[in-house]
């Protein structure tokens, strides 16, 4: 028996592998949550209910996949040029601590739109910039992204550690780790009142749209597709690897600075070094979820927060532990990434 690679994909296997994957992750996971003595249906049903089942569960599950849909988008900006940024976690701190720096008082006395599109974009700088490096080793000298970024993202935990306990530090938090706050007329306006959805949720489906423009719609979108598809192909079309990677590292580090920008801005207003509960790794897993498609990463992080969201409900309805959430998200990307597998392959004897 051996692959074939298929020469045309089916669209309606296209279309159905994903949902496929889901069902069978949810059925794997039914047989470990059966393990732990509960009935699966009833916790899934608890997990839907703790995400949806009220006003104030919707829009926490919406305020949950906001950061994810940014952070999952800018993973799949690089993986689709081959680009493999797993600094999403640093890259969104970074725009976190200059949404901060430039919040706190540097903007005040703005109008408070203009005050926070500068914020926003301080925010995407700081991402865009903290993986141009990775990138340029890449390209001059051939060093693994992977390990670089990965080992910025402790590099860039420690250095929040030292701004919000030094420079940052907010005199009036009585000790607490935390940074100044925001000014409040920078803040992001609530989407819900008395609830912590954000506009933040707007900007980011809009971002997606944006890079689904770019991905499909622009002669970027297609060096960079052809880009992840064969270097050595596109190099010989004409297509500059090095211009395009860069391109490509800028877009994706300022996606997940704005992240950190609009965690900020739209939910604590202050950074702490647990602002974020690993968005940027999790965002690998909504990329790959979603395989690699900007709209699609809209729906994979929505399916992300209701695991991470309804988990907490399932644990307390039916006993099971609430780390069942990363069970099911990690078995997930394993289905998902044995359907595109299989929706590129054949098998064949």
Known sequence: MRLERRADVPLALAA????????AALALSGVLIAAA??????????MLHGAFGSRLAITETLARA??????GLAAAVAFRARLWNIG????????ALAAVWLGHSALVGLPPALGILVMMLAGMAAGAA????????????????VVTTLLLNFVVILFVGMMIEGPLRDPLAFGWPQSVPVDDGLLLPKLVERTRLHIGLLVAAGAALVVWVIAART??????????????AAAFAGVSLPRTLVGVGLLSGALAGLAGAIEVAGLKGYVTTDLSPGYG??????????ALNPIGVV???????????????????VGTPSFIADVIVSVSLLTMLVALLFTSYRIRR
């Open 37 to 46: 003595g509960a009935n699966p249906l009833e916790a899934y049903a608890a």
């Open 281 to 290: 790794y999790a965002g690998i897993v909504v990329a790959m979820l979603a």
């Open 66 to 71: 906001t950061p994810l849909i940014l952070t």
């Open 130 to 145: 903290l993986l141009i490096g990775p990138v340029i080793l890449r390209v001059r000298f051939g060093v693994d992204e």
């Open 88 to 95: 999403g976690e640093g890259q969104l701190y970074m725009g």
């Open 16 to 23: 159905t592998a994903p949902l496929g994957a889901i069902l």
């Open 219 to 232: 002669v970027f979108g297609m060096r960079t597709r052809a880009a992840g598809l064969s270097p050595r």
């Open 299 to 317: 729906a994979s992080a929505l399916f992300v927060a209701v695991a991470f969201v309804g988990a907490d409900a399932m644990s307390r309805a």
